[in-house]
């Protein structure tokens, strides 16, 4: 069974920088897609960033330039820097398994999120 944990949300100000990881456990094959997603209160769910075990990433125009998606494959570990933090990036975020490898691509499987809330 596919189980996703995300870690490393918390509350910065606007400016500063967080780290989320995303670790998985359970066989989802040797070529996979994992990404993240972010929803605000009120608003729909985003999709932010997708890497590709093969080492591609893509990311939204929202957060590029600000955030890196990286994945390591040996630990089947995801993760999400952030900078340069605005009070908009302020929402959940969950890491997905996904079908369609971009950002807001079908997911098969979600983690349960972490919170990251940004000041002004």
């Known amino acids: 069974q596919v189980q996703l944990a995300e870690s490393g949300g918390g509350s910065v100000q606007a400016g500063g920088s967080l780290r989320l990881s995303c670790a998985a456990s359970?066989?989802?094959?040797?070529?996979?897609?994992m990404g993240w997603f972010r929803q605000a209160p009120g608003k729909e769910r985003e999709g932010v960033a997708a890497a590709d075990s093969d080492g591609s990433t893509t990311y939204a125009d929202s957060v590029k330039g600000r955030f890196t998606i990286s994945l390591d494959n040996a630990k089947y570990t995801l993760y999400l820097e952030m900078s340069s933090l605005k009070p908009e990036d302020t929402a959940m975020y969950y890491c997905a398994i996904l079908r369609d490898c971009r950002p807001g691509g079908a997911a098969s499987y979600w983690g349960q999120g972490t919170q990251v809330t940004v000041s002004s």
């Open positions: 359970g066989y989802f094959g040797n070529r996979y897609c």
